[in-house]
């Protein structure tokens, strides 16, 4: 896709002193494709600013923004745990923005497949808890709750060990607190999978406290 950026690149950030450097936006979507970790912060860093900033108005106006996305996604791909939050803060404000967070969720869920490898996995659950977390309000997961938790439900059932269980437990009652009534169609089958784990005497005691604050935190007898 080609953008239509205007020839005099607009400057969309600044780092101040001496050595400042700005970065417009054909910029920031090449700097997250990049395979450099410090190149990929700063376009984070930049298109974070930008998002939050006055420019945000005259960023929407660019199409297609969908190259902001790839870039997003591409970032992504480098399962670099450093930036996760700066990246799901990204891509909460670009949802935000756009108005697009249910074409992020059906990018970002197939990466959330059982049979991923487990760091893979665990990059993935942490940037989704990230990208939630980002804003106070529930729109990241309205309407997107049942898919989200039906991911995050299959990762819990195939998983071998309990690493997983506690990426994922305590995030199940921040989606019940944003979304109670998308959650209560899911609530019989995360109680379930939680007793299963809860029940398994090999379980160490950390994880099955966790799982005794979820319970707590949805007031499950």
Request: net charge neutral.
């Amino acid at each position: 896709w080609d953008l239509p950026f205007p020839r005099k690149p607009q400057l969309l950030w600044r780092r101040g002193g001496a050595g400042s450097r700005a970065m417009n936006a054909e910029t920031i979507v090449g700097g997250l494709h990049s395979h450099d970790s410090r190149l990929r912060s700063k376009s984070l860093a930049a298109l974070s600013t930008l998002l939050r900033g006055q420019v945000a108005s005259e960023l929407r106006s660019l199409e297609p923004h969908e190259r902001l996305l790839e870039g997003l996604l591409a970032c992504a791909e480098a399962e670099d745990d450093a930036s996760v939050g700066a990246l799901g803060r990204c891509f909460y404000l670009y949802g935000q923005h756009f108005g697009v967070f249910a074409a992020i969720w059906r990018s970002l869920l197939p990466k959330l497949a059982a049979q991923q490898h487990f760091n893979r996995l665990r990059h993935f659950v942490r940037l989704t808890k990230e990208l939630v977390a980002a804003g106070a309000e529930p729109e990241a997961l309205v309407g997107q709750a049942e898919p989200l938790l039906n991911a995050l439900l299959r990762v819990l059932e195939a998983a071998r060990g309990p690493e997983l269980l506690q990426e994922i437990v305590p995030f199940l009652p921040e989606i019940a607190n944003r979304v109670p009534e998308e959650f209560s169609t899911s609530f019989e089958d995360v109680v379930d999978l939680l007793l299963g784990w809860a029940v398994d005497p090999s379980l160490a005691a950390a994880p099955r406290l966790a799982i005794a604050g979820v319970f707590a935190a949805l007031r499950v007898p």
